[in-house]
């Protein structure tokens, strides 16, 4: 999955990129659903019971009088597994075939959600063997309205904005923070705060759950040379878990959707504790280990950066958790892209997203190139919930 190794590495892992153009913001007409539906069902991937024309003359059918139609559990489940294989930014599809899939369409209040994403996650986290998993909610329907997770991912940090300036946590959650506390949510205030589930239903106010401590899952990070690496008082989520995107599959649109799989480790440690607007880490522990920080070509920077992601790959290793590093990941890449061209596919490749953060060159993906192309069914970025 990921935008990642979604598990793929999904969304702040390599930021600002052009969104894939494709509607999210309204209805499929139903030409356009047809058309989806036909190129779909009529796929010799897609698993149909029984006749495909007689498929998909009913799915038509279903869309002529309804505006929509429903999928067959078998279809969604090598929809979602076709959708991540499609999805461009993700280094780890390597594991497209193992996606579990959970479907809970049925799920109808944001009760049902909330406990269906805390199930997602115990699944996923597995006792720390982390297993790829999608839970699919309910369709959009033909007004457009469906279910949505505001949060961007099932587990994330609070960021609080202090008055004098700065941020006490995850900056880059400082505006879905405000949000949850404009609905009543409190934090403690911390730098690894874990924020509340936020679920919205059709046509009714959000609701925020504060998740349960045990179905999350974190490692506290230290550092296999450097003691005092653990006094920074570090720590991650062993899951990632997108949740805002949308996924589309022979037209239909399922506006919450979480999907993990797990963690490569520059996320954690070139990306999330390192970029300087979110943790911010370089200066600190650069100067825990006495580098000269004064100019750029000490190269302090980098080396700081390396300790943390070594830091990170072995804490997560200590702690049990999966987790993968770049060098191996980009070569399963590889073995991704041959076994598809084996199979006469392409594998639509985002350059930008799979080229890791660091040392890119010592990765085998820095020296192959590739080519894009927006294809079908897949995992759409959707705007916030709340704006
Ligand atoms: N980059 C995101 C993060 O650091 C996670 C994106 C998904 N990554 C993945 N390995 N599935 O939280």
């Not at 075939?97 to 369409?105: F, M, N, T, Y």
């Amino acid at each position: 999955m990921a935008e990642t190794a979604m598990p793929g590495a999904a969304d702040t892992a390599r930021p600002r990129c052009p969104v894939q153009a494709r509607r999210t913001d309204g209805v499929a007409g139903v030409t356009e659903l047809s058309a989806e539906a036909r190129r779909f069902l009529l796929d010799d991937e897609t698993p149909v019971d029984g006749d495909r024309e007689q498929r998909l003359a009913a799915a038509l059918a279903e869309i002529r009088a309804t505006g929509g139609y429903r999928q067959t559990t078998a279809e969604l489940a090598h929809g979602c597994r076709v959708a991540w294989r499609n999805h461009a930014r993700c280094v780890g599809r390597l594991h497209w075939k193992a996606l579990r899939v959970v479907d809970r369409r049925d799920a109808a209040s944001a009760e049902e959600v909330f406990a269906a994403c805390v199930d997602h996650l115990r699944l996923a986290t597995n006792g720390g063997r982390l297993q790829p998993v999608v839970t699919v909610f309910g369709q959009r329907s033909p007004d457009g309205s469906g279910p949505r997770i505001w949060n961007p991912q099932l587990v994330r940090y609070a960021g609080y904005a202090r008055p004098g300036g700065g941020v006490v946590g995850d900056p880059l959650h400082v505006e879905l923070t405000a949000v949850a506390g404009s609905l009543g949510w409190r934090g403690t205030g911390g730098p690894f705060d874990v924020l509340p589930l936020i679920v919205q239903m059709p046509g009714e106010e959000p609701r925020w759950f504060p998740l349960p401590g045990d179905a999350v899952l974190e490692v506290e990070l230290v550092h296999p040379d450097l003691p005092w690496f653990a006094e920074l008082g570090l720590r991650w989520h062993a899951v990632p878990a997108i949740s805002d995107m949308l996924l589309e599959i022979g037209g239909v649109e399922y506006p919450a959707c979480p999907f993990n799989g797990w963690y490569v480790g520059y996320e954690i440690g070139a990306r999330n504790l390192a970029d300087t607007d979110r943790y911010d880490m370089l200066p600190r522990v650069a100067a825990g280990m006495g580098l000269d920080t004064g100019r750029d070509d000490t190269l302090w920077k980098d080396v700081a950066l390396i300790e943390i992601n070594r830091a990170v790959l072995h804490s997560f290793h200590r702690a049990g958790v999966h987790i993968v590093d770049h060098h191996t990941v980009t070569r399963q890449f590889v073995t991704h892209e041959e076994r598809e061209k084996r199979r006469g596919r392409a594998t639509p490749t985002d350059r930008d997203w799979i080229v890791p953060p660091l040392s890119a060159s010592t990765t085998p993906v820095f020296h192959r190139t590739y080519t894009n192309a927006a294809v079908r069914p897949n995992y759409h970025r959707q705007p916030p919930a709340w704006r």
